[in-house]
């Protein structure tokens, strides 16, 4: 049975191991059978830039994150820190969101999980 998921990651990955657990799990969710879709607030877009050598855990997010590509082509920025975060340099692609559009997917998804 296939449900949606939002995943709304919020976590700093400077500072805390749940920005890289909530890709973890969000791979695990998308590589079965559910629609994921991954939301990105506060430092969280932080994720997708190149640079994750000063991560908790920034191995684990470069090779969870190279697979969830395959898995969910697109990434939703908050648009608050879409402004703070430069993902120029991002191979992700990304698209912003107001937080009104971020409560629709939540309000719309079957399941939601916060890390």
Known sequence: ?????????????ETSHRAVEGIRIALGLASGDHAV????????PLLLTPDTDTFVDGEMAEKFL???????????????SAKE?????????TVSLSKKEIAEKIAAAQRFALF
Do not use: N, W
């Open 1 to 13: 049975m296939t449900r949606s998921v939002v995943i709304l990651i919020r976590s700093d990955p």
């Open 37 to 44: 879709e991954v939301i990105l607030t506060g430092r969280a």
């Open 66 to 80: 190279s697979t969830l590509q395959e898995f969910i082509p697109t990434f939703y920025i908050d648009q608050e």
């Open 85 to 93: 975060v430069a993902l120029s340099e991002s191979d992700y692609k």
